[in-house]
């Protein structure tokens, strides 16, 4: 397992090994052990899995708060994403910056995302599954959103508005400057 560094330090990308052979592959894809050797001891309670059946489905930008606050580990099993992580600790010298990577099937590679930090992602290809580990249960009472496409963020999203698939939940969330719930 291959654990590299993004242009957000607590931001990561892993890479499981995958070993490929004439009946297809093995891969093991998630160690504890792994990554705690690399300084990454999260305890994962909930596997989540998306299914997105056209390309450009946006999905995000989602975060729960504290207490129920959410480490992910997003790994896409089928298709591909246009993967973002953006800084909403209102401590950090990164506030509303962004770190974002194409996570795919073909390249089997995942994004760490920690708790501070909000999550989206856009479908780049049809029928994409995503599957990603959470560090707490879901909760309603603590989930929170900022609109995907708010200027302020400056995301090359690889798709335009109008053709953006969103929720109707998604398409009525905040724009940053205007959410009060970031982290402290």
Known sequence: MEIGSTTLPEVKIVKPSKYADGRGFFSETYNRKALAEAGIDLNFVQDNHSFSAEKGVVRGIHFQIPPHAQDKLIHVVKGAVF?????????????????????????????????????????????????????????????????????????????????????????HLPRMAESVDLFA
Not at 95 to 105: E, F, Y
Not at 126 to 154: A, H, M, Q
């Open 83 to 171: 993967d973002v992580a953006i800084d909403l600790r209102r401590s950090s010298r990164n506030l509303g910056k962004h770190v974002s990577a194409v996570l795919s099937a073909q390249a089997w590679n995942q994004m760490l995302i920690p708790i501070g930090f909000g999550h989206g992602f856009c479908t780049l290809e049809p029928n994409t599954e995503v599957v990603y580990k959470v560090t707490d249960y879901y909760s309603r009472d603590c989930e929170r959103g900022i609109f995907w496409n708010d200027p302020e963020l400056g995301i090359a999203w690889p798709v335009v508005p109008e053709e953006a698939i969103l929720s109707v939940k998604d398409a």
